[in-house]
């Protein structure tokens, strides 16, 4: 195990070393108080402003691939191995501003400018990520970024605008800086003992490079805290001033990355991030792809991971209610033996979940799409984007002969854990797929339901719009109608 109390990443293209870092220190805090870069600026702290949003620079065999994140929640030893890019970064040596900055200025896309830094960083990622930036790209890059002032007319005309100015970077810079994260691979486990700034006390971080080095770690400190993507994790420290004596990050176990397609089903990594699996199940299921693109914004889904949403036990994590709804089954290690489970009994009751000490989530298997069978999911938010659900409903339905000979139906927000709708399965599996039978299905919910009142909705409103989801299902399963609100534009069309 490397011990060496050193992390070290790219900023600027030069090589920057931390010695002791504390480990749960963030990247904004560093950024602004550390290194006095003031540009990235703090709004919320919670993921939700895009003010902080930074990109990070990953290898990606002879590439690096970038990505906006938000730098509130990130915690600094994450960067080991990693490119930084800033505001400040963007800037020629001559003070001569980027295409996106210029952009901006010449659309009148700034007013108070609180929310510019964040707002070029992100235009800057989508134009790093190669993605054809039109229409919705652009509202999607943005969702994440919140402006109180400009109004998004003029920053979306800045997106549109930059596409044609901004130059194509140097292939021998890429090389250069490639060549430099490659001189940055770790081979061993990153180990590091710093201290709280806060408080003082000790603290240690490890960093695995492989699921047996993680595996081994997690059965010593069975109380440390995994940390996945950190848009739970980072919010304990910046919101609840919670201090993490063991922090164990998952980011670079290769094993926990990746997508494996094996015939019927695809084994997803629990280290996969959204914007990653958005990609590979929307492939397979549509709607489980555009709920996915629901969650958070674009930084929260660079960064959040499958697993994440999993392990978190939350009642009201989206991708659980359509992982269910397709029959997903989840992969728990321990050492070295792994045990498979139902993806619905990892849940017991509210904050209780099938996880025993020492164990993690290795990953999770989803089967592929069958003959017959219709799945839907619906998300129910006071915003389209950048908001937790009210209620998720989902339905895997295998209509035969137009008889329901199986139907899984998983809600989220209906219950303490995401729970299947047991009663209403059983009044749909046997019957003709009729109106009459999902009026049936509908009423028997009532017996699995019991939902709360919060801030999000009234118990009310969850157990009727629940209902209703399902006869959305029934009105798109037996017609051409499509009730679904795919994308903003979509919902402008259908207007
Ligand atoms: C602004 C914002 C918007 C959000 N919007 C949504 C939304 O629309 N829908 C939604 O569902 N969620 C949303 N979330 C919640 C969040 O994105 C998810 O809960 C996320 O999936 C957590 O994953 P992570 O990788 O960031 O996990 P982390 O924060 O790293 O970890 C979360 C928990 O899981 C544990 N953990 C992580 N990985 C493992 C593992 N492999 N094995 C065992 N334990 C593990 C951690 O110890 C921790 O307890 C939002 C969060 C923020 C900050
Ligand atoms: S400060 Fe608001 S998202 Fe980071
Ligand atoms: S310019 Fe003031 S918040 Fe966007």
């Known amino acids: 195990m490397a011990s060496s109390n050193i992390i070290r990443f790219l900023l600027d293209g030069k090589l920057r070393e931390i010695e002791n870092p504390d480990p749960t220190e963030t990247v904004l805090n560093h950024l602004r108080y550390g290194m006095a870069r003031t540009g990235t600026k703090e709004g919320c702290a ?63 896309g700034s007013q108070c400018g609180f929310c510019t830094p964040g707002i070029v960083m992100s235009l800057f990622a989508l134009k790093k990520e190669n993605r054809n930036p039109g229409g919705n790209a652009i509202e999607d890059a943005l969702a994440g970024n919140l402006c109180r002032c400009t109004g998004y007319g003029p920053i979306i005309e800045a997106a549109e605008k930059m596409q044609d100015n901004v130059a194509p970077e140097n292939a021998d810079d890429i090389k250069d800086r490639v060549d430099a994260l490659k001189k940055l691979a770790r081979h061993q486990t990153l180990e590091l003992t710093g201290k709280s700034a806060l408080t003082g006390t000790t603290k240690k971080y490890y960093a695995p490079v492989s699921i047996e080095g993680l595996a081994d770690i997690v059965e010593r400190h069975p109380n440390a805290t995994i940390l996945a993507g950190g848009t739970d994790v980072g919010l304990w420290v910046t919101k609840q001033h919670r201090e993490l004596d063991v922090v164990i990050y998952i980011g670079g176990v290769p094993e926990l990355q990746e997508i494996e397609d094996h015939g019927d089903v695809v084994d997803i990594g629990a280290g996969v991030s ?51 709804a397709v029959g997903a089954t989840l992969v728990l290690r321990k050492g070295e033996d792994e045990r498979t489970i139902p993806l619905e009994d990892y849940f017991i009751d509210y904050g209780k979940q099938d996880l025993r000490p020492g164990e993690f989530v290795a990953r999770v298997i989803v089967p592929k799409p069958k003959a017959n069978q219709h799945f839907r999911a ?96 029934f009105v798109e399963t037996t017609s051409s109608v499509q009730t679904r609100v795919l994308t903003r534009e979509g919902a402008a069309n259908a207007g």
């Open 378 to 473: 619906y998300k129910l938010s006071k915003r389209f984007d950048q908001d937790i659900s009210a209620v998720c409903g989902c339905f895997g339905l295998t209509i035969e002969d137009g008889i329901v000979t199986d139907a899984r139906i998983c809600y989220g927000g209906m219950a303490a854990t995401p729970k299947r709708s047991a009663q209403a399965e059983k009044a749909l599996v046997g019957k003709p797929w009729k109106k009459n039978t999902a009026h049936a299905g509908m009423a028997a919910m009532e017996q699995d339901y019991a939902p709360l009142s919060d801030m999000r909705a009234s118990a009310d409103y969850r157990l009727v719009s629940a209902k209703n989801l399902l006869m959305k299902a």
């Open 274 to 324: 959204y914007t990653d699996a958005m990609d590979k199940l929307g492939a397979l299921y549509p709607d489980m792809g555009e709920l996915i693109r629901r969650i958070g914004s674009v930084q929260i889904r660079n960064s959040g991971t499958i697993g994440g949403n999993i392990a978190n036990g939350s009642p009201i994590g989206d991708s659980p209610p359509a992982l269910i």
């Open 46 to 108: 919670e993921g939700d402003c895009g003010a902080c949003t930074v990109v990070i620079g990953e290898l990606d065999g002879n590439n690096i691939r970038y990505r906006a994140v938000n730098a509130c929640i990130l915690f600094m030893p994450v960067l080991d191995g990693k490119e930084l890019i800033t505001v400040e970064s963007l800037c020629a040596d001559d003070g001569s501003l980027h295409a996106v900055q210029q952009a901006m200025v010449d659309t009148h």
